[in-house]
């Protein structure tokens, strides 16, 4: 609420500028404000993601406690309506310092503590309830400097923080990441925020701060921004050090592409762990039965075309390149730094056989759902290699539509090969998948393979650096016809953990677990979720 009690002809009158100016400069303050205030919203949610996992569950957890936060900040900023200036300007200081260091605190508890979450809902508290003390006070500042009626200045601020809002969110997607990365990108917002509110309340209602108030904003704000910017310089230096507290010592390459963090580790002894986003994709030292697994059983019949939906990292069409009569294999991939990864460096090459080198093989950049809707050719085999089931990026990429798309490119006779999740620890995601598979017209075989679940676990286990002992992999072997034999094909190649005896077994095992009654999913209504 407006404070009516303020007399403002003679506020103006005090200002070193004239009142008009004096307004656009405090709404151009909102609109950086606004915008600095997105950027750290996003960067929870994009963190939290990347932390947690579970992008849905965790955006709504950030949202809804930073939108509760900012009605309690907007509800205490009444205190200071009476000393708005100096209040709007430690406020702010206090923002650009929690918001500028949110990202790297954040990383840091994960890193080294291997949790995430408490700090996560901190931060959105504090951030939501100094974002909510911004307008109120600032609303009280404005009708100081030019004499308006609550209304228009009310419509003048919120049109100044939505737009300001609105590019805050434009530019963190398309400039801050790629250009800063998720630590500096923050801390440059931080000192973006600290310096716009400062320099509004230092210059333009100076004459409103005591002596000691100016010195006070003068020392929190130079001290701020000197905090934020030697943490810029030592970002650098602390992003290594969590990673090695994350990945280990071994960490041979880490790169932020435009889609995830991509971060290859090991390679000593013959031991290499690729992660993406900060979980464990592949691990050399028994990947070979998860890719025996999904592509093997899928090639038991014709298969001079394939195709391989993920598996950027060229180990399911290494395995495909093993017969001799593929014609063509055709690896549609959402991060060409994956595929550039794949194909340029010598451990994860020598891992895949070479397979980008091999004329047989077309690499495709792009989402594989969309993909699907636009391809025109029909396939032997179609396998998917990728992410878990959750709801997440990935779910559209296990519903029933994208299973329909992929019944629609299968050739008379074909098969289509997925990789469901351990179908142990999470079984009623797995079933979930199958059913999914059903609804789009196909008939199903379902298999489980025992070992050591090493291929999509949620970071590297903290007291051994590495993923737990589990249950194994869940896949799904289904045709549009009559449900495929399990079995390999005459021609396969000497399989190191895979015969057809184990294939049998498998299928018992999956239907021994079988779980009835699970609903499919569906683009409108996903039914993944994170079981414990």
Partial sequence: MIDQQVPLRRSAARLPVRPRTGRYLVLATVFVCAACGLVYELELVALASYLVGDSVTQASVVLSVMVFAMGIGSLLAKRLRSRAAVGFGLIEAALALVGGFSAMVLYASFAWIGESRYALVGFSLAIGVLIGAEIPLLMTLIQRVDRQDAGGAVADLFAADYVGA??????????????????????????????????????????????????????????????????????????????????????????????????????????????????????????????????????????????????????????????????SVTVVELDPGVTRLARTDRALSALNA???????????????????????????????????????????????????????????????????????????????????????????????????????????????GRTAEVHGWGFVLAAAGAAPPLGLDPGAPRLRSLTGPVLRDAGRRAESGRLSGQEPSTLVRPRYWEEG
């Fill in 166 to 327: 609105l590019v805050g969110g434009l530019a963190f997607p398309f400039l801050l990441l790629p250009m800063l990365g998720q630590l500096t990108g923050a801390l440059f917002t931080g000192a973006v925020n600290a310096a716009a509110g400062g320099a509004l309340v230092l210059w333009v209602f100076r004459r409103d701060l005591t002596g000691r108030s100016r010195w006070l904003l003068v020392a929190v704000n130079v001290t701020v921004i000197v905090a934020l910017a030697a943490a810029a310089v030592l970002a650098a230096d602390f992003e290594r050090a969590a990673r090695r507290a994350v990945y280990g010592d071994q960490v041979r390459v880490a790169v932020q592409t435009e889609v995830q963090e991509v971060v290859l580790t090991g390679a000593d002894r013959g031991r290499l762990d690729l992660y993406l986003d900060g979980r464990l994709r592949v691990s050399s030292r028994d990947e070979y039965r998860y890719h025996e697994a999904l592509v093997h059983p899928a090639m038991n019949g014709p298969h001079a075309r394939v195709l391989v939906l993920g598996g950027g990292d060229g180990l399911a069409a290494r395995e495909v390149l093993r017969y001799p009569d593929v014609r």
């Fill in 354 to 464: 070479h397979a980008y080198r091999d004329p047989r093989l077309t690499a495709v950049t792009g989402d594989a759902f969309s993909w699907l809707r636009t391809a025109h050719d029909r396939y032997d085999v179609v396998i998917t290699d990728l992410p878990d089931p959750g709801i997440s990026t990935s779910t559209k990429l296990y519903s029933a539509e994208f299973y329909g798309l992929a019944a629609q490119a299968l050739a008379p006779g074909g098969r289509l090969a997925v990789h469901g999740g351990p179908a142990v620890t999470r079984p009623r995601t797995y079933w979930t998948v199958e059913a999914s598979m059903r609804a789009a017209g196909l008939h199903t075989r379902p298999y489980r393979i025992t070992g050591r679940y090493a291929g999509f676990a949620a970071g590297p286990d903290r007291s051994t």
